[in-house]
């Protein structure tokens, strides 16, 4: 699995690949991006986007990607699928896609965020160093200072090993994007107890989310697919969800 640079200490040092085939949008995005701070490469097409990821550049790999959907020579869903299939690189997918059903499916396929045009490019910053920090929150080396190396998990049958970010159902393992392991992994945290959608938002979206809570459903409808159990995760009506806990 390819790992993104860690950019330092600081979250803008952080090299943004922009992926639009639009010259109207992604030149004034690149010069709002670099006021902010954020060194940005501009692509226009889908192989482009999957060379510059895959096969960067001396000194220019990505740390950040932000992905339109309709480009030229490809879907940008595919691209996604790509990426994630082999990095664990930050992607905000960014479209005039509106639909509950294309944001869904881009979570789905492991996008970190979806941004809808038109938007702020404060906003966009804002999104940008909220993820950066997710991940980095995330990462092997910060989960490795804050727990034991023996990190592994059991209930039932689901074994979570947070140090490496895998898990499994009864030895098989199971392929989850970032956020689903975040999400499965904060539930995990206390088995059976009961964490509303403000508490799990606020620890997996951080509190400087501005997305729609819709997304935590989908996420965690997308976990109970694949953890092939429905009733692993608990939905309390009105309150938030709970990881069933194993049996006595």
Not at 208 to 216: D, S
Request: proline share 6%.
């Amino acid at each position: 699995m390819l790992r993104p640079p860690s950019g330092g200490g600081n979250l803008s040092e952080v090299l943004v690949l922009l992926v639009e085939d639009d010259d109207e949008i992604a030149e004034p995005l690149v010069k709002g991006l670099g006021r902010e701070g954020f060194d940005v490469d501009r692509v226009a097409t889908a192989a482009a986007a999957l060379a510059a990821v895959l096969e960067p550049a001396a000194g220019r790999t990505p740390g950040f990607v932000l992905l339109d959907l309709g480009l030229p020579d490809g879907s940008g869903m595919e691209v996604c699928r790509t990426i994630r299939g082999v990095s664990d690189v930050p992607v905000i997918i960014v479209t005039a896609r509106g639909e509950e059903i294309d944001r869904v499916l881009g979570l789905e396929l492991g996008a970190d965020d979806y941004v809808v045009k038109p938007f702020g490019v404060r906003e966009l910053a804002a999104r940008i160093r909220a993820v950066l920090r997710r991940h980095r929150a995330a990462s092997p080396e910060a989960s490795s200072t804050a727990r034991p190396a023996t990190s592994a998990q059991q209930v039932g049958s689901l074994a979570i090993d947070r140090r490496t970010r895998t898990v499994s159902v009864g030895g098989e393992v199971v392929d989850l994007a970032p956020k689903e392991f975040d999400l499965l992994a904060f539930l995990a945290d206390d088995p059976g107890a009961v964490r509303t959608r403000t508490e799990i938002l606020d620890a997996v979206w951080d509190t400087n989310w501005y997305g729609p809570t819709k997304t935590l459903d989908v996420h965690v409808g997308s976990l109970r697919r694949k953890l092939a159990d429905p009733g692993i995760i608990e939905t309390i009506r009105g309150v938030g969800f709970r990881l069933r806990a194993a049996p006595a």
